[in-house]
């Protein structure tokens, strides 16, 4: 349905990887999932992204829509177009032997950071810009750009110095990962001069990807409101919390949504047993399906935890660690993680379920079915995020009935509520929140999570079935979108490296 409030807008949606093509974390799943809202409100959204082989072999069909000759790149680029979901359309840049690489986006099979990622992403971002301005022969012009991560970030920057040019959003997902660069590599990117300033790219002597979006796009989000007061210290804000605060009149937190025709137990074709919140005690078939497929014990009357994500500090994977031997004395407790990282963790928890099988399960790596089973099957889910600017598992959480138990910080403040005698009065509560990211304050809010659920089994059900009626849909979200796009449009942000004119 068109969006009563807006006119109907022409938006390039630019993004490193997306859902269901290319996944390495909560990136993907926007990019696959707000254009297709945004098209529903009724936008001419278009998706462009790398053309990774993975993303080229799911995407197939394709047509070569136009080929271009981009700066830093001997050779053509081809714009293989598509569609996204047969619904919104899709443009793949390829340029063979640079952005055509197998496996991970970012990382070569030993970890480490792609050599050329500088010269990878750079030309991605000379290929949005040429769309961007309808030079690609595509017949097709944005009204604004919609750009996400570092790896987009000098698509505002290059946008900047052009007389007609589309509006500019940027959206920071982690504010950890800024692609920067030496000042050698800026060099030979052959990009303006005027660009190595202060104002512009230069970043402590080298250069930043991520500060293009910062200084030079029209407006900025976040994904969730409380990180967008979070990156405005210095904890978080990691050397760029000065210019975050010198735009922050044009800096807004834009909660993420999830896709609830993806996510949703009462249809989701990954778990064996479908239920809703009416339906509330079929949840438990799924906890016995899920033990068996990872080796623990068939218990309906065990508490399974859950955890997925990526094994590093950030995602709080050490405090886990630090409070399994508590987990392991206590009677009737399970827990299964799913991820993948750091090698030192990666190898703890395989001896720790070699030592307990009955007790702990551990696979390594990523199963997106699997992922939709655990959190299906799990009672709680264990999120002890040290910074997390949105997440998406505890909102998956909610609406599987998997209560979370979380830090309060980022996404994770703005979305869980914690039960507290007060909410749980009011009918608020939809899971456990702690304050400090310590081993002390976890085990303390899991232990209050395990007497919560040795009460009536009634006040459990009702924690959870709160939960799973909250609405974190992308509708509310895609809508609050076109709103900034309105702004960016109707009032462009001055180049910061344009002269001023004395007074």
Request: hydrophobic share 40%; proline share 7%.
């Amino acid at each position: 349905m068109k969006s009563r409030t807006t006119p109907r807008l022409n938006l390039l949606f630019a993004s490193s990887e997306a859902q269901p093509l290319i996944k390495t974390g909560g990136l993907a799943d926007v990019a696959g999932s707000l254009p297709l809202a945004l098209s529903q409100l009724g936008h001419d959204v278009r998706l462009v992204l790398p053309a990774y082989p993975q993303a080229v072999n799911r995407a197939i069909p394709l047509t070569t829509a136009a080929t271009l000759e981009l700066p830093g790149y001997d050779g053509s680029v081809r714009i293989l177009e598509g569609r996204l979901k047969d619904s919104v359309p899709l443009y793949l840049i390829d340029a063979p032997g640079l952005l055509d690489r197998p496996g991970n986006p970012y990382t070569d099979a030993s970890g480490s950071d792609w050599r050329d990622n500088a010269q990878r992403f750079a030309l991605f971002c000379h290929a949005i810009v040429v769309i961007a301005l309808n030079r690609a022969g595509l017949s097709w012009r944005p009204d604004l750009v919609h750009c996400n991560d570092w790896q987009t970030g000098l698509v505002p920057a290059l946008l900047a110095s052009e007389d007609s040019r589309p509006a500019s959003v940027f959206t920071i997902h982690n504010l950890a990962y800024q692609g920067v660069f030496n000042r050698t590599t800026f060099d030979q990117l052959e990009l303006p001069n005027a660009l190595w300033s202060h104002q512009g790219l230069e970043f402590h002597d080298n250069f930043s990807f991520i500060k293009g979006g910062l200084a030079f796009a029209d407006w900025i989000t976040t994904v969730s409101p409380t990180y967008a007061r979070e990156i405005l210290a210095s904890a978080l804000g990691y050397g760029l919390e000065g210019l975050l605060q010198h735009r922050s009149e044009r800096l807004e937190g834009v909660l993420n949504g999830i896709d609830y025709s993806v996510w949703d137990p009462a249809s989701d074709p990954a778990i064996p047993q479908h239920y809703d919140a009416a339906t509330f005690s079929l949840k438990k078939i799924n906890k016995l399906h899920l033990q068996r497929e990872v080796g623990l014990p068939e218990n309906e009357h065990a508490l399974l935890f859950g955890h997925i994500g990526r094994l590093v500090a950030q995602k709080g994977v050490d405090l886990i660690l630090q409070i399994l031997p508590g987990l392991l004395r206590l009677a009737d407790t399970q827990l299964i993680i799913l991820g993948s990282g750091d090698p030192g963790l990666e190898r703890f928890l395989r001896q720790e379920c070699g030592k307990h099988p009955d007790k702990i399960a551990t696979v390594i790596g990523y199963d997106e079915p699997l992922a939709h089973r655990i959190e299906a099957g799990c009672d709680l889910f264990l999120m002890p995020s040290r910074f997390e600017p949105c997440g998406l598992n505890q909102l998956y959480s909610l609406r599987y009935g998997t209560v979370p138990i979380v830090h309060r910080t980022g996404g994770l403040a703005d979305t869980v509520i914690n039960a507290t005698p007060r909410n749980l009065l009011n009918g608020s509560a939809t899971g456990f929140v702690f304050d400090r990211p310590d081993v002390e304050s976890l085990w303390r809010t899991i232990d209050s999570a395990i007497d919560f659920h040795k009460r009536p089994e009634i006040w459990w059900q009702k924690l959870a079935i709160n939960g799973m009626q909250q609405d974190y849909s992308w509708d509310r979200s895609a809508q609050h979108y076109v709103e900034i796009y309105q702004k960016a449009i109707d009032h462009p942000a001055p180049n910061p490296l344009a002269k001023r004119t004395p007074r």
